[in-house]
């Protein structure tokens, strides 16, 4: 939650938006949007302990569906669902809900609120169970599900982009490239890759169970390494622990992938003209 007391508090001290932002820590337009309903409402600092965050919270934005200064709320049961299909993005959604409010005329939230607001219903089902990492220990890879879409700029051929996506777990530092296929020699090209391209290789490889990694043949509970990759990760001096079922569900990779491997641009609704521009 949004600490509107501590906002207050050091703004009351003299310091700018911008310094505030840092402090809280929040974005600037939160600071700002705050402040401004602060100001319409002549709450200033100092405010009684009685009043917290919480409490605040009621007082700038009502829980009506509406706020006070008359924004649109995003439909949060509609927004969940979405979330959970493939290719769909926060920033998505709301590009989405900016031009519904366009057409009824009425005021939208800015991106910050509106991902606050997400944040705030995905903690009403969700449980959270926080998974020690260290730092440069772990790499999470696998294809980003459906492909992105090349147009050849001679003969207007669409060609299908299948985008690798290598994730350290703790920092979601990323690494994304694109391939014509999801054959076994891009995957291991790729691998390659991501090494030089982090500048050095991590103690566990978590691949999320991709015919290019791992053999089903035995079921979830009897899984084996890809001959190739085995390989691979022997060459590299690296272990290999494939995502089990129960895995997935708390997978750092499923919260950065497609924020990652769509960068923002809506790639399943684009056409791309080059490979390297996607990589």
């Known amino acids: 939650m949004t600490d509107y007391r501590e906002i207050l508090r050091i703004k009351s001290l003299g310091f700018s938006e911008r310094n ?15 402040l401004k309903r602060t100001e319409e409402l002549d709450i200033s600092w100092p405010i009684p302990n009685e009043q917290t ?21 995003p439909d949060l ?41 997400i944040q705030q219903e995905e903690q009403k089902h969700h449980a959270i169970m926080h998974i020690g990492r260290n730092p440069g220990e772990q790499v999470e890879v696998d294809w980003a599900g459906d492909p992105a879409h090349i147009v050849d700029p001679d003969t207007g051929e669409i060609i299908d982009a299948y985008l690798f996506v290598g ?19 891009a995957w291991i090209t790729t691998h390659v890759h991501m090494y030089e ?14 015919k290019t990694a791992v053999v089903h043949n035995g079921g979830w509970y009897n899984q084996q390494l890809n001959t190739v990759y085995h390989e691979m990760a022997q060459h590299y001096g690296t272990a290999t622990f494939p995502l089990g079922s129960e895995d997935r569900k708390i997978s750092q990779m499923q919260r950065v992938l497609w924020a990652i491997s769509l960068h923002g641009l809506q790639l399943h609704y684009e056409m791309i003209s080059s490979f390297h521009w996607l990589s």
């Open 20 to 34: 505030i932002a840092i402090s809280c820590p929040c974005s600037s337009n939160t600071v700002s949007e705050v």
């Open 53 to 73: 965050n919480e409490v605040l919270e009621g007082m700038l934005y009502l829980k009506d569906g509406r706020s006070i200064n008359n924004k649109r709320m």
């Open 77 to 117: 049961t509609y927004i969940h669902k979405e979330l959970l299909k493939n290719g769909v993005s926060k920033k998505l959604l709301w590009t989405e809900y900016l031009e519904n409010c366009r057409l009824v005329g009425e005021e939208p939230l800015m991106y910050s609120r509106f991902c606050y607001y």
């Open 167 to 185: 994730v350290m777990t703790y920092s979601q530092y990323a690494y994304v490239e694109a391939f014509i296929n999801e054959k076994q020699q």
């Open 197 to 210: 391209y982090f500048g050095s290789v991590a103690k566990i490889l978590v691949p999320d169970n991709c």
